[in-house]
């Protein structure tokens, strides 16, 4: 099955700054990507998410880029906010037209902390 | 729309004890999934519905029943709780339709198991 790796598991930035969080996964059948934040007891929202076909996709202060070939991906803020503070996931699954993104594959997290 | 709703949000099991967490969305979404979250150890699958009538298992679906009768509900049975399923639990919903994947997810139920 699909193994997905977070890096790093922990993250500290000021507040201005960028923070780049890194995932790379097992499966090349895998093409769909989505990153969920998750801030402290609450559940997990979809932030940004791309699929193989695409290099980048950006939203904002957001981007994502993907790396087929070494079955990379990694999340990008820039001009990081407090608010911005909170645990990352990134996942993995395939994706076709009749829809297979019930079985997510997710990292183990990335707490960033965004210090003011 | 509630969109995904879970209850109960605590509960505190003894070992051996059974119990259903349960699992409702609105938004008429063919795909509905169950995960635990355990510290360090991100969201992993433990059953999943991709319709009425139909499931399967996940990567952790030891101890654990599902059933999907309607659209909207998909509940989770423990059967014999043990310590090692103290865990918050999230239920997702997507749908296949469209080109918009998201899977939403619920608030979660923490449960303890003594």
């Known amino acids: 099955g699909e193994n997905v790796e977070q890096h790093p598991s922990t993250l500290s930035v000021q507040e201005g700054d960028s923070a780049v969080i890194k995932c790379t996964y097992s499966?090349?059948?895998?093409?769909?990507f989505p990153w969920y934040k998750q801030e402290l007891g609450k559940r997990p929202q979809l932030i940004i998410d791309i699929r193989s076909n695409v290099g980048e996709k950006k939203d904002q202060r957001i981007a994502v880029t993907l790396n087929k070939t070494a079955k990379h991906f990694s999340l990008h803020i820039t001009e990081t906010q407090p608010e911005d503070s909170a645990v990352y996931f990134c996942a993995a699954s395939m994706w076709n037209s009749g829809g297979s993104n019930y079985k997510l594959t997710f990292g183990k997290g990335t707490l960033l902390t965004v210090n003011p | 729309n509630a969109g995904v709703t879970q209850t109960p949000k605590f509960q505190v099991l003894k070992t051996g004890q059974s119990m259903t967490l349960q699992c409702a969305q609105d938004m008429n979404h063919e795909y509905m999934s169950w995960y635990r979250q355990d510290p360090g150890m991100g969201l992993r699958l433990i059953h999943y519905s991709v319709g009425a009538g139909i499931t399967d298992q996940g990567e952790v679906p030891n101890g654990y029943n599902v059933s999907r009768s309607t659209t909207e509900d998909f509940p989770l049975r423990l059967l014999s709780a043990a310590p090692s399923q103290t865990s918050v639990y999230f239920c997702?919903?997507?749908?296949?339709?469209?080109?918009?994947?998201?899977?939403?997810f619920g608030p979660g139920t923490r449960l303890t198991v003594l």
């Open positions: 997702a919903s997507s749908s296949p339709a469209g080109a918009y994947h998201e899977q939403f």
């Open positions: 499966d090349s059948a895998s093409n769909y």
